[in-house]
T-cell receptor, first 112, second 113 residues
Framework: SQQGEEDPQALSIQEGENATMNCSYK?????LQWYRQNSGRGLVHLIL?????REKHSGRLRVTLDTSKKSSSLLITASRAADTASYFC????????????FGKGTRLSVIA | DARVTQTPRHKVTEMGQEVTMRCQPI?????VFWYRQTMMQGLELLAY????????DSGMPKDRFSAEMPDATLATLKIQPSEPRDSAVYFC???????????FGPGTRLTVL
């Protein structure tokens, strides 16, 4: 069964705007990761946040994690048309590169 | 630029035929995963190897699916016999035990008629 659930399922914004996607999960985790998937392609790792971290940044990406609420958010600032893709959160119960449990993703469309 | 490679990229076959998908993990990676992606179920784990040893294949229908790593540079996923419900995109991913990031291949799009 799915561990992560992304919200919203689809999001459409104008270029230059910020995009926020949320993920909720059910059980305790070691880390939570966000991946991007362009249409017809494989998944690309974006950022990883561990259970003892609350916030991480990478370029235009900002990820937060609230383990008490079992939720995470991904913020993409100053979006570009090239950010159009599906974004998945994935959770790992333990460290050591163990299998990830994926949500069903948020489809982001950035309109130029 | 190290990448996970998968072959074939597309496969169309008839129900009942054997299908073999291949994956070459990134050189030096010691964990390998097979995931399946469908619109209905999303991404699901099929099998997981560490140092070529299978650790988890609970996501696979055992009667028709098999996954192996004949050597460190090759992982295979076989379906025999294939069924229309196996139509999906199959992804291979690799990584290092010491790091939690997984690197995905481009996938094999399988259509079973």
């Amino acid at each position: 069964s799915q561990q992560g659930e992304e919200d919203p399922q689809a999001l459409s914004i104008q270029e230059g705007e910020n995009a926020t996607m949320n993920c909720s999960y059910k059980t305790s985790i070691n880390n939570l990761q966000w991946y991007r998937q362009n249409s017809g392609r494989g998944l690309v790792h974006l950022i990883l946040i561990r259970s003892n971290e609350r916030e991480k940044h990478s370029g235009r990406l900002r990820v937060t994690l609230d383990t008490s609420k079992k939720s995470s958010s991904l913020l993409i600032t100053a979006s570009r048309a090239a950010d159009t893709a599906s974004y998945f959160c994935a959770t790992a119960h333990t460290s050591g590169n163990t299998p990830l449990v994926f949500g069903k993703g948020t489809r982001l469309s950035v309109i130029a | 630029d190290a990448r996970v490679t998968q072959t074939p990229r597309h496969k169309v076959t008839e129900m009942g035929q054997e299908v073999t998908m291949r994956c070459q993990p990134i050189l030096g990676h010691n964990t390998v995963f097979w995931y399946r992606q469908t619109m209905m179920q999303g991404l699901e784990l099929l099998a997981y190897f560490r140092n070529r040893a299978p650790l988890d294949d609970s996501g696979m229908p055992k009667d028709r699916f098999s996954a192996e790593m004949p050597d460190a540079t090759l992982a295979t996923l076989k379906i025999q016999p294939s069924e229309p419900r196996d139509s999906a995109v199959y992804f291979c991913a690799s990584g290092l035990v010491s790091l939690d990031t997984q690197y995905f291949g481009p996938g094999t799009r399988l259509t079973v008629l």
